[in-house]
């Protein structure tokens, strides 16, 4: 009896500290446990600055999603570099447009559409659904799913392919919960998604994440496939003409 209660003693001590190291790993940037099993990328902006891009393609990041543009008139400084660069280093690559409640939809799609190139073998467009508002000029949208759709329409009209939708738990429960029949990039942090878990492809699992190549903290991603899951991902857009 006592060699087992031993055993079990020793049992739950490795398993504590096998938790408390998957914790502090996941709170040092490194690895989220859940999300290990999928194939990793990350999303990246101007706030970056100058990446190294061989150097993050070479520490287990297959795919970048690359902002490109807000609202109906900004566009990201890094955009071009950052498009040209992760195509160079042989990532995967996609842009996203941060949307805002305080422009319409169609003129928010018209800034994208003259920023982003349609090229062969780019991930999806995808649509960044997180601003709450309020507006500094102007109402607020009061029909976002509506506004949503026409910016997704209008760009799956010119690249061939429909956008995804980046969420957050507080935006989807507020404006998208009536929102069907699209594909979700949903951010949960350390934790699996727990809504739309039928409906998610990429699941943001880290937002002070640490990779070669940036020099502070990054978004870390995981794609919900395998190798030729994320390769036909990547190879649904309509080739440029």
């Known amino acids: 009896m006592m060699i087992a209660r031993r055993h079990l003693l020793l049992a739950l001590i490795a398993t504590a500290a096998l ?39 070479a520490d287990n990041v297959a795919f970048a999603y690359i902002k490109a543009t807000e609202g109906a008139d900004h566009v990201d400084t890094r955009f071009e570099y950052n498009w040209r660069e ?46 709450m508002g309020p507006c500094r000029e102007g109402p607020t949208m009061t029909n976002v799913i509506a506004e949503a759709r026409i910016f997704m329409d209008r760009l799956e009209a010119h690249y061939g392919v429909r956008p995804i939708i980046y969420t957050t738990r507080e935006f989807h429960d507020a ?32 937002n002070r994440g640490h990779r070669r190549g940036i020099s502070g903290p990054v978004d870390l991603n995981a794609f919900r496939g395998d190798a030729a899951a994320l390769a036909m991902f990547a190879s649904s857009a309509r080739p440029p003409t």
């Open 175 to 206: 404006h998208l919960r009536e929102l069907q029949g699209e594909r979700f990039w949903i951010r949960s942090i350390a934790t699996p998604p727990n809504f739309r878990q039928n409906d998610w492809i990429i699941w943001q699992h880290h």
């Open 86 to 131: 992760a195509k160079a280093a042989g990532l995967y690559r996609g842009a996203y447009h941060f949307f805002t409640l305080c422009q319409p939809g169609a003129r928010q799609a018209s800034n994208f559409i003259a920023v982003v190139p349609r090229v062969e073998g780019a991930l999806p467009p995808a649509l960044d659904l997180e601003h």
């Open 19 to 57: 938790a408390a190291g998957a914790v502090a790993a996941a709170a040092g940037g490194w690895w989220t446990p859940w999300a290990s099993r999928y194939i990793q990328g990350v999303d990246v902006s101007h706030h970056q600055g100058a990446i190294d891009w061989p150097s993050l393609a």
